[in-house]
């Protein structure tokens, strides 16, 4: 089996897929970057017994790193546990999405595998709408083409700048506001984060759609798209698991090389 790690700013997520590339377990957690490979390798261990899994049926491991002072002790931490040598997806040097914007290996990892799964999955022209530590949406040509992208402050991220900088408005749930003119001030904070972001993916989607040739689908992944999802009209389908497919397919196009 294959274990795809997606090394994201404030999240990690591990993922154990099968030879089918379906996802059998995924686990969300904080991005710590002062970790030891040791740490990192008994964080896993532990992961893995509560799943009653065994790190034997590791035979192949995947990064997608945006975090490259975690590498080395994630890689540390791979080889020692596991006895594996993990293979890195470098956004310039893999060759299943063509990458046209100008600085390819300034691309994120990330964002690369989810484009490569979701043009696996869901064809092309695709917009695919992330929602973590930044909201970014990247743009896949009819093509195939990885065309670029445009990226605002994550919703998590806006938040916490709003809230640190004031000294009366409280921490809110990201729940969907049942109207825009809040009563109160959770209510106002909630309607003007939801509200803002879902405008803001409404205004990206239909330039995006433009530039593309007309309506495109539309697919949210990363840790908020499904609370964006219930008040966005624009986003077609919330898909997860992008990219652990696409780190899956790039795993196998390495072993098939």
């Not at 017994?49 to 049926?57: G, H, N, Q, S, Y």
């Not at 994630?74 to 546990?81: D, T, Y």
């Not at 239909?206 to 009209?233: D, K, N, Q, W, Y």
Request: hydrophobic share 50%; net charge neutral; aromatic share 6%.
């Amino acid at each position: 089996m294959l274990l795809a790690i997606d090394v994201g700013n404030t999240e990690t997520k591990f993922g154990i897929l099968d030879e089918d590339g379906s996802v059998l377990q995924m686990w969300r957690v904080r991005t710590l970057i002062h970790r030891t490979p040791d740490e990192l390798g008994v964080f896993i261990t532990q992961l893995f017994a509560v799943a009653k899994l065994d790190l034997r049926t590791i035979d192949r491991i995947v990064i997608a790193s945006v975090v490259p002072k975690l590498d080395f002790a994630l890689v540390g931490a791979c080889k020692r546990f596991f006895s594996l040598t993990p293979t890195m997806l470098a956004p310039e040097k893999q060759r299943l999405i063509q990458i046209e914007s100008e600085r390819a290996a300034e691309v994120g990892a990330d964002l690369v595998a989810a484009a490569i799964g979701g043009a696996a999955r869901y064809g092309t022209p695709l917009i695919i709408a992330s929602y973590g530590t930044a909201t970014v949406f990247t743009a896949i040509s009819r093509a195939g083409a990885f065309l670029g992208a445009a990226i605002a402050p994550g919703i998590n991220v806006s938040i916490d700048a709003l809230v640190g900088r004031t000294a009366k408005l409280p921490q809110v749930a990201l729940d969907p506001p049942q109207r825009a003119i809040g009563r109160n001030t959770v209510e106002a904070l909630q309607a003007g984060i939801m509200l803002g972001v879902v405008g803001a993916t409404r205004l990206v989607v239909e330039r995006f759609s433009e530039e593309l040739g007309g309506r495109t689908r539309v697919i949210a992944t990363g840790g908020l798209a499904e609370v964006v999802a219930r008040s966005c009209p624009s986003i077609d389908i919330v898909d997860p698991h992008l990219s652990m497919l696409g780190l899956y397919l790039f795993a196998n196009a390495i072993r098939d090389a």
